[in-house]
């Protein structure tokens, strides 16, 4: 599973040669507490997507990674935006990683979760209907489901206007699911910042100018600036960057410097 194309670590201190999977597994390992990862891919210049999606953006070593943070997390939260517009299927893990999580005392796949404000979602969607775990959905009080929505997921209901995302993420945590990893979209990241619910921003930036045209990695309202600090730099020599940062004053784990 580490064959592909190499990555070091550059920062803060540059790795001997390419990480392999056990060494990336430790880079990005579980939080001894309760946290919120979400994690992005990016150009430079700024771009959220090429020619409407993430995908454009992403190669081998950002799937990679992807795929690892999938499996060190309990929870995989997703807007319906996303969900709906990337086709979302159900989440998968390939046999190494799922025996990885049954020798860490895991469940075998995370549970998918998905924010919805209408509930505007097709219970036939591969993501939901084949789920190996059932999804959770957290939604607004009003929200009336689909037909069947509710024969494939469980229904959280927190939130008038839109889902009440910190009472979200506590729920969520007294089922157990207490490493949650967000991957998007944007207005559901926008909101979560603006909640101050982010712990942690792990960010791909591939080596291309998307020019203008897309939107950012997050949108929505206006809200108040929130400091991070540099957790690690690494590097894919085909020159894709992986960034990780965390809510700034979080404590480095006492290995960010030497392991
Ligand atoms: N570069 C990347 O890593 C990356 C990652 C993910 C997505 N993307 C891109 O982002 C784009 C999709 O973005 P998007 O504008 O659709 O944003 P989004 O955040 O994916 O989805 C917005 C929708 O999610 C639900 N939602 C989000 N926050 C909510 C809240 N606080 N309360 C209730 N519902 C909430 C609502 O669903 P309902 O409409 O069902 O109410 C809302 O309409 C696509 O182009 C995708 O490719 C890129």
Known sequence: MSAGTPIRRIWPAPSSGPLDEAELTHLY??????????????????AVSLHGYSAGLSGEPDKRVFGLLRMLCDGLLVAAGTLRHEGYRAVRLSEPRRAWRREHGLTEYPTLVVVSRSL??????????DAPVRP????????APPAGLTDVVDLVRLGGDAVDLAAGLAELRHRGLGQLLCEGGPHLFGALTAADLVDELCLTVSPLLA??????????????PRPLGLRHVLAADDGVLML????????????????
Do not use: C, W
């Not at 505007?120 to 209907?129: G, T």
């Open 244 to 259: 990780r940062y965390a809510r700034a004053g979080a404590p480095a784990p006492a290995s960010a410097a030497a392991g």
């Open 136 to 143: 959770v959905v957290l939604t607004t009080e009003a929200a």
């Open 29 to 46: 390992r579980r939080a001894g507490h309760p946290r919120l990862r979400v994690n992005f891919v990016t150009s430079p210049d700024g």
């Open 120 to 129: 505007a979602l097709d219970p036939a969607q591969a993501a939901l209907a």
């Open 211 to 224: 020019g203008a045209g897309p939107g950012r990695i997050t949108a929505g309202d206006p809200s108040a």
